[in-house]
């Protein structure tokens, strides 16, 4: 593998693509070929994200299928290594057709949102701590938010 590959692979993903294959192919019991049809990957892909050559999946219903698998891990029947629980998650997978979504806010709607929640949960005083701190880092509209809110506070 290489290494700015390997660095660019645990910066996006958190972790190498060979190490989280390995984890999903011990657990589940799958060949590398087995995993990748599961997921929705072409064996050669896998192959190239495992050696480096290739850093991103770049069909979010994939990554989801990994995710799914992923978070299934610590499942007890998983963990126990109950064939039954096991092709149960397989078969979920794949005949999923999972969609990711995000939710893309302004940086005012984000402001409005962080410091509405702050406001409600947060004394005026740790309200003007954190004014002080965005002010610090030149997040002037946040530092202004959080001070106004601090003010209404008092």
């Known amino acids: 593998m290489t290494e700015p590959?390997?660095?660019?692979?645990?910066?996006?993903?958190?972790?190498?693509?060979?190490?989280?294959?390995?984890?999903?192919?011990?657990?589940?019991?799958?060949?590398?070929?087995?995993?990748?049809?599961?997921?929705?990957?072409?064996?050669?892909?896998?192959?190239?994200?495992?050696?480096?050559?290739?850093?991103?999946?770049?069909?979010?219903?994939?990554?989801?299928?990994?995710v799914f698998l992923e978070e299934r891990l610590g499942e007890p029947e998983v963990v126990a290594g109950d064939r039954a629980a096991i092709e149960r998650v397989l078969a979920a997978v794949s005949s999923s057709t999972p969609e990711l979504r995000s939710t893309v806010m302004s940086t005012r709607e984000t402001h409005e949102a962080v410091v509405g929640w702050l406001s409600a949960h947060a004394s005026s005083s740790v309200l003007a701590e954190l004014a002080a701190h965005a002010s610090s880092l030149d997040a002037v509209e946040l530092a202004t938010a959080l001070g106004e809110a601090a003010t209404r506070q008092n």
């Open 5 to 66: 590959s390997t660095n660019a692979q645990i910066e996006l993903y958190g972790a190498t693509w060979a190490t989280r294959f390995a984890a999903l192919r011990t657990a589940y019991g799958l060949s590398q070929g087995a995993l990748a049809s599961i997921v929705g990957l072409s064996a050669p892909m896998v192959s190239q994200l495992v050696s480096g050559h290739r850093v991103k999946i770049s069909n979010p219903a994939v990554l989801a299928r990994i």
